[in-house]
């Protein structure tokens, strides 16, 4: 009798924390109901399509849990820190571009507590202490068909060679400078990426000011997706998404893949929001499986959850950077470098962009 | 001759002004002496560095050049509002005004589509078998598309000058024996010149602080001062740099505005003498 009632009661214990422990997993898309009925949460991105993808991937976190979703933005890392240095932080959740969280992690962004999310479907390597994921996409060359015939350059150091490859250059001068390039260029002068010093970095900016005055550094995407449909440049440096609008829109241009650069947006929760948790469940939400596929469907950037199999059109599916054969060629900047060097480069990068 | 009367009049705009910029200006001047250390660290740094010497120097000149090019446009132009009929007038106005409803940015990408090397102008070049030209990312380009968006401002106050002069001085100039070239050169020109001043101080001190127009029809050769300021402030979080670069570029102007003042002050006081 004594052990049956023991085993009750193990059983009810068990029973009783099983919730419990579930509660303390997360899992990566699931919303408990009701669960912030009355708070409000104010989720800051880039604006456009981009925002408006990810506001519907978060559609059922919020008609679940009840929050009420504002939107903000674009994101500007200065008008965080005004918000963080005033002690008045009103943006609970911020996309950011990739080294930011990096660079400002502890002081702009709260380190990520890990047990409050499921991070097991984000493709390895891409969390970090600070954010997670937003999106992927990738940066490609694509060089003008009429232009280059049958013999098409193949990667970036050919796109780094005037002589063999002759031609107008566009490259991404829309704001921080592009790691991945800069390493090319590195490789290109003869140097060797994987162990870059500072100085390397001169020699690399040097490499691509030799492209010569007439290379075009555009400012924002839709400037670049300007230059493929008007055929105004030989090779141009694109993101994913431009590049596939574009083609779709006409521009007779070709994508090369090898050293695609892996870009990703990243989802921070700044230092000082006032209700932690919601923001956590709002990311947690974001990076499940359906939401993602919606964000790819409304978006045609890559999702961020392995489980994640978006319905898109052929042209969409061109674009994608999430197979096998993608992974296998793109390209990863060396973000710790890139994090610790951060001011030279810009500065460097400025330079370059002003015609010095 | 000073200005008398109720100055409290002006009180809501002094309030306005102090509020909206005196303010942030005081603050943006602090940060520039002590954001990260106390001290003179940011002004030394711009001016150690060749790059922001070069775009400060480059900033007035393309100012420069806006100002004389909008200048050569409106002069006739705004003469030519004077003399019209009432119909004509509204038009030409309008054309003034209209551009001013639209946004920059789409005013500005308008001239990508016309400046651009497969663009309208070249295309027209091409058809009539010419060598097409070099526009967009040039500094021409440039001053091209920013003449157009400061444009107005020239011409209004030029106009509203215009306006006001009697043109009956010219009957009697003409009346007395003078040619009509020189009745204009010597009676309505230096009536027209407050307009002129007017409109040349506006413009250029706008056109020193341009900053998307530059961005979108210039290239890395004609970036401006501004572009620099955005990158400290907006990427690299070095607010104390990228206020004392504003710093900078405000002095440099007033420096030469209290040149320019003075002679401006007395070709003014002697056209008045002589109308």
Known sequence: MKNLIGAFALTMTCALALPALAQEKPVAGAVAEGSLKGKTLTFVSYGGIYQEGQVAALQEFVEKSGVTLLNDGPTEIAKLKAQVDAGNVTWDVVDTADLPPYIHCGTLFQKLDLSKLDVSKIPPGQVGECSVPAMNYGVVLMYKNETYKDNPPKSWQDFLDVEKFPGTRAIDGSGDPIGGLIEQAVKAAGGDPKAMTADDIEKGIQKLRDLGPDTIYWKTGAESQQLAESGEADMIMMWTGRAMTAVKNGAAYTPVWQDWLVVMDQMTIPVGVKDTDAAYALLNAYLGQRSQEILTEKTSYTPINLDAKPKVDEATAAFLTSTPERIAQGYQQNIPFWVKNFDVASEKWSALLSGN | ?275
């Not at chain 2, 132009?77 to 019209?84: D, E, G, L, S």
Request: glycine share 8%.
């Open chain 2, 1 to 275: 001759m000073r200005p008398r009367g109720p100055v409290w009049l002006a009180a809501p705009a002094v309030l306005v002004l102090l509020l909206v910029l005196a303010y942030p200006l005081a603050i943006v001047v602090w940060r520039s002496f002590t954001d990260p250390a106390v001290g003179f660290d940011n002004y030394v740094w711009f001016f150690q560095s060749a790059v922001n010497r070069t775009v400060l120097q480059r900033t007035f000149v393309v100012a420069a050049w806006v100002t004389l090019v909008s200048l050569i446009c409106a002069y006739p132009y705004a003469y030519a509002m004077t003399i019209v009929g009432k119909n004509v007038r509204l038009v030409l106005i309008l054309c003034v005004l209209v551009p001013f409803w639209l946004s920059g940015v789409v005013r500005t990408l308008a001239w990508v589509i016309l400046l651009q090397d497969s663009g309208v102008i070249n295309s027209i070049l091409r058809g009539l078998g010419l060598s097409p030209v070099k526009l967009i990312r040039t500094l021409p380009g440039v001053i091209i598309g920013m003449t157009q968006v400061l444009l107005p401002f020239m011409i209004l106050p030029i106009y509203s000058v215009m306006r006001g002069i009697d043109t009956r001085l010219l009957q009697a100039a003409r009346s007395l024996g003078a040619k009509p070239w020189r009745a204009f050169l010597q009676i309505y020109v230096p009536l027209s010149l407050p307009g002129v001043y007017a409109g040349v101080i506006i413009v250029f001190i706008l056109s020193l602080g341009f900053y998307i127009t530059p961005a979108l029809l210039g290239g890395p050769r004609s970036t401006m001062l501004s572009s620099l300021v955005q990158n400290q402030v907006l990427s690299l979080l070095n607010w104390g740099r990228g206020g004392a670069m504003g710093v900078v570029l405000l002095v440099a102007t007033f420096v030469l505005l209290a040149i320019a003042a003075p002679l401006m002050r007395q070709k003014h006081s002697s056209t008045r003498r002589e109308a």
